[in-house]
């Protein structure tokens, strides 16, 4: 992390880290890839993949950016106590060559919260809060069915970025007994991203309306090439009847497991 500033450029990638626990369910191959046909910025609860138009896509890597840590906890729920509309998402890691789903892969996120504050670098985007240095950082590990859940809150928005969710995949880590891990290798390192429109529903919301820093759309991002799902955007679906219920994202990340 050679740049600590929220207005500035993200480093690039470079560092190796995950956590992780278990957490996922059973899932079809169909689950396992990309559909076709799915639109990624869906906000209803009936999106589900086309397994006829099934196909495996590589996801692009970005940036890690500043605000990576290591020694994030290995859990499957990364919210603590942090207010704000409830997220969860359900990753899929397939192998892009053979569509085969990675078992034991190591999913970590981080993210800012509702204010664009990140954990162990709180004031940054210009807000005082408690720091604790661990909330909405942590990860899962897939089952055999390559799926890990994790449960988080919709992310805030800082100076020059839209709102999105850092991700990392490993392999060959080890849990260690103070929560954390070791060893592993790092496959991928990404980006996830939000539909605008369901972005800007929830920016009107509480505690996301407080944030009086501009914010940054997808389609003026610096890092999103506005590639789809391809490049990490989520498909989103309402987790109940309005908006403040929460979201469900989901997304395949294909990536290079040799």
């Known amino acids: 992390m050679t740049d600590t500033s929220k207005g500035t450029p993200e480093a ?53 950016g500043p605000y990576y840590l290591d020694g994030a906890y290995v859990r499957a729920d990364v919210s603590e106590d942090k207010e704000g509309i409830p997220l969860q998402l359900t990753l899929t890691v397939v192998d892009d060559d053979t569509c085969a789903p ?15 504050e990140y954990s162990g670098f709180v004031g940054g985007n210009g807000h005082n809060e408690p720091d604790n240095g661990t909330f909405l950082r942590g990860g899962v590990l897939t089952g055999t069915d390559g799926v890990a859940r994790i449960t988080t809150i919709y992310p805030g928005w800082y100076r020059g970025r839209c709102i999105h969710i850092h991700l990392k995949v490993h392999t060959g880590v080890t849990l260690t007994a103070d ?59 309402l987790l109940g009847s309005t908006p403040s219920s929460g979201y469900a994202g989901t997304l395949t990340v294909g990536i290079e497991a040799s």
Request: with cysteine; hydrophobic share 45%; proline share 3%.
């Open 179 to 237: 929560g954390s891990f070791t060893g592993g290798q790092e496959l991928h390192t990404g980006q996830l991203f939000f539909s605008e429109t369901v972005t800007a529903t929830v920016a009107r919301l509480s505690p996301y309306a407080t944030n009086t820093v501009t914010r940054t759309t997808l389609a003026q991002d610096s890092i999103y090439d506005d590639g789809g799902a391809a490049s990490g955007l989520l498909t989103l679906a």
């Open 102 to 116: 990675l078992d034991k892969a190591l999913v970590e996120i981080w993210h800012c919260d509702a204010l664009g």
């Open 12 to 64: 690039p990638i470079g560092r190796r880290t995950v956590l992780i626990a278990t957490g996922a369910t059973a899932a079809t191959l169909a689950v396992g890839v990309t559909a076709a046909t799915a639109d990624p910025t869906t906000d209803t609860a009936t999106a589900t993949p086309a397994a006829a138009a099934a196909v495996c896509t590589l996801t692009k890597e970005m940036t890690e």
